[in-house]
């Protein structure tokens, strides 16, 4: 059985940085492409990033560019977005996503983590 969960949000200042992991189980990160997807209130989902370990590509949406970073540890299963320079408008649940490639939208992921919080104070 495919499973993701993601952790690490939380709550952080303005300007601060946390880390999230997405774990993988049932397959593993290597042969997937794994997206990061967020979501404010009465908002829609947005993707944030992806990375595909099959190539190596990794995307980024524009306004976490330079702020954001994804890795990843193949021998743990598990991919993270480290997140810099946080801003109030970062605030959102965010959620992991497996597929075999990366997709802009959330309909292209066939599995699904749990969200995890996080909180950007000003």
């Known amino acids: 059985e495919v499973q993701l969960q993601a952790s690490g949000g939380g709550l952080v200042q303005a300007g601060g940085s946390l880390r999230l992991s997405c774990t993988a189980s049932?397959?593993?990160?290597?042969?997937?492409?794994i997206g990061w997807f967020r979501q404010a209130p009465g908002k829609a989902r947005q993707g944030v990033s992806c990375?595909?370990?099959?190539?190596?590509?990794?995307y980024y949406t524009d306004s976490v560019k330079g702020r954001f970073t994804v890795s990843s540890d193949n021998a743990k299963n598990t991919l993270y977005l480290r997140m810099n320079s946080l801003k109030p408008e970062d605030t959102a649940v965010y959620y992991c996503?497996?597929?075999?490639?990366?997709?802009?939208?959330?309909?292209?992921?066939?599995?699904w983590g749990q969200g995890t919080l996080v909180t950007v104070s000003s």
């Open positions: 990375f595909s370990s099959r190539d190596g590509s990794t």
């Open positions: 996503a497996a597929d075999s490639m990366c997709w802009k939208t959330a309909d292209g992921y066939d599995y």
């Open positions: 049932g397959f593993t990160t290597d042969d997937y492409a």
